[in-house]
């Protein structure tokens, strides 16, 4: 049997490869490719050419891309799946004001951030006008959740099986030089994470930058997602930044759990 | 044939049929409807059931959706999508700044937006920090290009043949009691658009609130996006907003305009 034909019996039963492609296909596109030819795309998602052609088209017909001769790009209406997931989620109107009031008291950026597999995805944030350096977040960026505060504190609500499993799963990718990439350092930090309810990176995403992450709980008090800010490294010692943050922070998330569906 | 055979030899060609109904069953989820049986996007998408079973079930199969009981819901993973075409647009880091400062500046929520047909999506937005009142825009947000005013000034930019065209196309949808159904006076505010270079929507979107938008130019001279802002109608009469919002949104403009790809 060739791959395709393996393709077509998982098709029939409760799997359809054609969509799954086409979703790889909208993720070919990034900063650094912007526009693709069906080659280029072909390449980055391992497809086939013709495969590669058909799912651009398919995009393009149903207005979620552009081709302007032999190159595509993806259209704003991309932006409406995602669009799905935000008004699904409920966080449309009621979790902004929050976020904005949390950042106007801290002075710095605030985001929110929920696990998928091995990575945070960022679903929120509210940022500080005219603040020079900031770590940009922006809706659908990721991070690797090994690494990063916010992913720390995510991890730390899961069963100890499922941990293991992850992070057995899980090549540690240095940052920068203070990057843990050692697994059972890691694995220091979620467990202080759990204990602690709060989850403290400094310099291991970008150098100079320290982070701050506390758990947001549903109203099943499992862990939801996670509130995060952060800080210049040298302004936070400065300022006993972390001191300051971590109980406000507490606070807007138990004012936030709830509003989660 | 059956509509499936016709399905199948479009297919073969330059399109995908169940890549784009897969699409669709992304957007049948939304506030309303955050969680859905098969049964229920069955109907949302008038796709026949086992279809949409299998689309489901890709979804969850890849991380898009996840399924308890027998709802599914859409996970943060679909974000990813969206991010996809805002990293490709540059629009990550470098616009917003300018967008905060904007809002600053007006003391108000500033918004950017694109035509998608008969639609403006907003990409990218900056909230004031304890704004009571503001229509809240989130990026992905649709609204009806011909009774905003985003909409009519990018419907400005588009050659005379073209937007009669969508306007013969297009059903008017009253939202408020003040909004223009009538397509020769909705054309009469779109001419106005193109001749002051911004446009003024007075209570059309919803009772309460003025809208102002003005065109963003790419480096081609092409209409490429709208800025946008909105005041409560009351007090944009009382403090003039429109005749201090349009030249400082005229010059924002004129900066971000290049920042577009």
Redesign the interface.
């Known amino acids: 049997m060739t791959e395709d034909d393996i393709a077509q019996i998982k098709?029939a039963?409760?799997?359809?490869t054609?969509?799954?492609?086409?979703?790889k296909v909208?993720?070919?596109?990034?900063?650094m490719?912007?526009?693709l030819s069906v080659a280029g795309v072909a390449e980055r998602t391992k497809l086939d050419r013709a495969v590669a052609?058909?799912?651009l088209?398919?995009?393009v017909?149903?207005?979620?891309a552009k081709q302007e001769g032999k190159t595509f790009?993806?259209?704003?209406?991309?932006?409406?799946?995602?669009?799905?997931?935000?008004?699904?989620?409920?966080l449309?109107?009621r979790l902004?004001?929050y976020l904005?009031?949390l950042?106007?008291q801290l002075e710095q950026a605030v985001s929110v951030s929920?696990l998928?597999?091995s990575e945070t995805?960022?679903?929120a944030r509210?940022?500080?006008?005219?603040q020079i350096m900031a770590y940009?977040v922006?809706?659908?960026?990721?991070l690797s959740a090994f690494s990063s505060a916010s992913g720390r504190v995510l991890l730390a609500d899961l069963p100890q099986d499922e941990l293991d499993r992850r992070l057995a799963d899980t090549e540690m990718v240095a940052l920068t030089p203070f990057t843990k990439t050692d697994k059972s350092a890691v694995r220091d930090e979620i467990s202080r994470a759990r204990m602690n309810g709060y989850c403290v990176n400094e310099q291991e995403l970008e150098e100079g930058l320290l982070s701050v992450s506390v758990p947001i709980h549903g109203p099943d008090g499992r862990v939801r997602a996670a509130l995060n800010t952060n800080c210049t490294y040298t302004k936070a010692l400065q300022i006993g930044f972390v001191e300051t943050a971590v109980p406000l922070m507490r606070s807007f998330a138990s004012q936030i759990g709830p509003l989660m569906?």
């Open positions: 098709d039963q409760n799997f359809n054609s969509f799954a492609r086409g979703l909208i993720r070919a596109f990034d900063a490719h912007p526009r052609r058909r799912l088209l398919t995009l017909e149903e207005g979620f790009e993806l259209t704003a209406k991309i932006l409406t799946l995602g669009y799905s997931y935000l008004s699904a989620m409920g449309d109107q902004q004001p904005d009031e950042s106007a929920v998928d597999g995805i960022f679903i509210s940022e500080r006008v005219g940009v922006r809706t659908g960026l990721r569906h």
